[in-house]
């Protein structure tokens, strides 16, 4: 009954590899979201697709490719990877509709870039 | 970017009350004060949150100054699972207006619950 998955947990590869991480939500949200959480912590927003449609796009490589199939997956495609790419990247969805839009996370993907 | 101002780390002894401030001096009048909470290896996680009355749940009770200027978070009883990063951010009420339309995460409060 997991309300944010995420696949893989941990992911380890090369540079120049082609990854993607995929995440599913079961909660009925229209929202979905993608954060990148670096070596100090900061949590910073990527992406966000509201019904599929692609909503905020922060200033991210090219190389990062957000697909979202239907309302509740929301995929991230990484192209030519790099070591500044290792991180722990968080999917999250909310409602965008209501009195609050509390976002609900999933367990992250520990990315490694060798 | 953070328009919020919390201390970086806090000690609290368990099942005593951990109270957790936050300054929020430029807020406007349609933003909201959210708190999450980041446990070790975790994803972030919803606690509360409030415009100007007071609020509780199952988890924490949310304090706002009349002036909406600064909040504080309480843990009524905290146990050693609270042990965690607790973020303070401010929102505006539609999550797709503006500059409403992301979270802003500063690095939080890191809490330290001791037996």
């Known amino acids: 009954d997991t309300a944010v998955s995420q696949t893989p947990k941990y992911l380890v590869t090369q540079m120049g590899n082609d990854k993607s991480i995929k995440c599913e939500q079961n909660?009925?949200?229209?929202?979905m979201y993608w954060y990148k959480q670096d070596s100090k912590k900061f949590l910073k927003i990527m992406f966000s697709?509201?019904?599929?449609?692609?909503?905020i796009n922060e200033t991210v490589p090219n190389r990062f490719s957000p697909k979202s199939p239907d309302k509740a997956h929301l995929n991230l495609h990484i192209n030519s990877l790099e070591l500044g790419d290792s991180a722990v990247y968080f999917c999250?969805?909310?409602?965008?509709?209501?009195?609050?839009?509390?976002?609900?996370f999933g367990p992250g993907t520990r990315l490694t870039v060798t | 970017d953070a328009k919020t101002t919390q201390p970086t780390s806090m000690d609290c002894a368990e099942g005593r009350a951990a109270n957790l401030p936050c300054n929020h001096s430029?807020?406007?009048?349609?933003?909201?004060v959210y708190w999450y909470r980041q446990i070790h290896s975790q994803g972030p996680q919803y606690i509360i949150h409030?415009?100007?009355?007071?609020e509780t749940n199952e988890m924490a009770s949310l304090i706002i100054t009349e002036d909406r200027k600064s909040s504080t978070l309480i843990l009524p009883h905290a146990t050693l699972r609270d042990t965690a990063v607790y973020y303070c951010?401010?929102?505006?009420?539609?999550?797709?207006?503006?500059?409403?339309?992301?979270?802003?995460w500063g690095l939080g409060t890191s809490l330290a619950v001791n037996p």
């Open positions: 951010i401010v929102r505006g009420s539609s999550p797709f207006a503006g500059n409403n339309r992301k979270l802003i």
């Open positions: 909660l009925g949200h229209d929202t």
């Open positions: 409030g415009l100007k009355n007071n």
């Open positions: 697709y509201n019904n599929k449609e692609l909503i």
């Open positions: 999250a969805s909310s409602f965008s509709t209501g009195s609050s839009y509390e976002q609900y």
């Open positions: 430029t807020i406007s009048g349609n933003e909201y």
